[in-house]
């Protein structure tokens, strides 16, 4: 009986999360100074991106590449990002102080407006990793997803927002959520992203929207 121990289901399995550990640990490690952040989901968004098209190469040189070319406009969206995120805390805090009934009616518009801040993310640092495109142009065409594709922004939503949700749920939610965002939460989800980007960005690359397509890593 002739069996190939390493071509099979079970070792490829084990092969798959070994990538993702090791993406998971480069996100983690390249997003440690905050502000490098946008550059590291960017270069993770790159990889991912080829794993769910077969186009994978060196995981880590593949990763290390796009973070390196992709730092200075990832870095601006992070900061825009980032910004409106803190001003959309600030403006949420805020609500507590009015009334229970207009309050209540401002979180579910503010629950929303998050919902589609998260999406916006996701698909401006997968834009950014997959077209060559201004800062600008990227931001809005992203934009324009969110609300074109929104089928796959609920469930990008879903995929991203909801498992933060559970994390947080009790303690002990929290205390194994940490552990499964080291180490391989955050590609993970990037993953899940990624085979619903495959689709939302099918037409873009057909119809040459975004300048052009990003050179293949090998």
């Known amino acids: 009986m002739n069996f190939n121990w390493i071509d099979n289901p079970i070792m490829r399995g084990m092969g798959r999360l070994a990538d993702f550990i090791i993406l998971n640990l480069l996100w983690v490690v390249c997003s440690i100074p905050i502000i490098t952040i946008g550059a590291s989901t960017t270069a993770l968004y790159t990889v991912m991106l080829k794993l769910v098209k077969n186009e994978e190469g060196y995981i880590a040189k593949g990763f290390l590449k796009a973070f390196k070319e992709n730092f200075k406009q990832s870095t601006i969206m992070w900061i825009i990002f980032l910004l409106i995120s803190i001003v959309f805390v600030v403006d949420f805090a805020s609500i507590k102080l009015m009334s229970d009934k207009i309050g209540g009616i401002l979180q579910i518009l503010f629950l929303f407006m998050g919902a589609l801040l998260a999406a916006w993310m996701v698909y401006a640092f997968a834009l950014q990793a997959r077209f060559v495109n201004t800062v600008k142009n990227t931001l809005k065409n992203a934009m324009i997803l969110v609300f074109a594709k929104l089928?796959?922004?609920?469930?990008?939503?879903?995929?991203?927002?909801?498992?933060?949700?559970?994390?947080?749920?009790?303690?002990?939610?929290?205390?194994?959520?940490?552990?499964?965002?080291?180490?391989?939460?955050?590609?993970?989800?990037?993953?899940?992203?990624?085979?619903?980007?495959?689709?939302?960005?099918?037409?873009?690359?057909?119809?040459?929207?975004?300048?052009s397509q990003k050179e293949e890593i090998s």
């Open 151 to 211: 089928p796959f922004t609920v469930l990008i939503v879903l995929l991203t927002v909801g498992p933060v949700l559970v994390t947080f749920l009790t303690v002990r939610t929290l205390v194994i959520g940490v552990m499964v965002w080291f180490f391989a939460g955050v590609s993970l989800v990037a993953w899940l992203n990624s085979y619903l980007l495959r689709f939302v960005f099918k037409k873009l690359e057909e119809g040459g929207e975004q300048e």
